[in-house]
């Protein structure tokens, strides 16, 4: 089944544990993002990669870090979470730029 | 700044009858837009597109439409059936851009 597969669901981590969230996809998508989403904002993009090894800021960056080793998996960092990182996450991932995501499940993370 | 909006949070409609969800965008270089629709505990999925040389597309009983000088889209879903209930999100994107601008989402239900 095509699909994009994000862990951990839930989380809960105290302030400045360095946590990282795993996103892989079966699709050879060339184009991965990831967005949070905040009630009354939306989903706000914090980061994307065109492809392997090219990752650039999205809208929200500060307080993340990704990689994109090999073009299945793009991870999401968080080097010392704060409790303002509180929100539901969510990877998507596009054959290209500019086509319509497939997203994942998504990650409730919970900051205290 | 939000550069799409989704200016009503919530609708409410009857089964049978026709559902509009409403969406604005302030930026005139957005010419792909989608809408996603989100269970609860789920990723949102992709409904429907309409490219910005067209100002109607159908799938079935949705259909977008596209109104360009007003910077304005809408969805609309006939009949309205309950397992309609979900958080409807539009994106917007420009042909030169790296991402999809959301909404923050109107929550429809249709009452049995």
């Known amino acids: 089944e095509a699909q994009v597969t994000q862990n951990p669901r839930y989380l809960i981590t105290v302030t400045g544990k360095k946590l990282t969230v795993t996103c892989s996809q079966n699709?050879?998508?060339?184009?991965m993002s990831w967005y949070r989403q905040d009630p009354g904002l939306g989903l706000r993009q914090i980061y994307y990669s065109m492809n392997v090894e090219v990752t650039d800021k999205g809208d929200v960056p500060e307080g993340y870090k990704v990689s994109r080793k090999e073009k299945r998996n793009f991870p999401l960092i968080l080097e010392s979470p704060s409790p303002n990182q509180t929100s539901l996450y969510f990877c998507?991932?596009?054959?290209?730029?500019?086509?319509?995501?497939?997203f994942g499940s998504g990650t409730r993370l919970t900051v205290v | 700044d939000q550069q799409v909006k989704q200016n009503s949070p919530s609708l409410s409609v009857q089964e049978g009858r026709i559902s509009i969800l409403n969406c604005d965008y302030t930026n005139s270089m957005f010419d792909y837009f989608l809408w996603y629709k989100k269970y609860p505990a789920e990723g949102p999925t992709f409904l429907i597109s309409i490219s910005s040389i067209k100002d109607k597309n159908e799938d079935g009983r949705f259909t977008v439409f596209l109104n360009k000088s007003a910077k304005h889209l809408s969805l609309h879903i006939v009949p309205s059936q309950p397992g309609d209930s979900a958080v409807y999100f539009c994106a917007a994107s420009a042909n030169t851009g790296n991402q999809f601008y959301f909404g923050t989402g109107t929550s429809l239900t249709v009452i049995p």
């Open positions: 998507a991932s596009s054959l290209r730029t500019g086509l319509d995501y497939t």
């Open positions: 699709m050879n998508h060339e184009y």
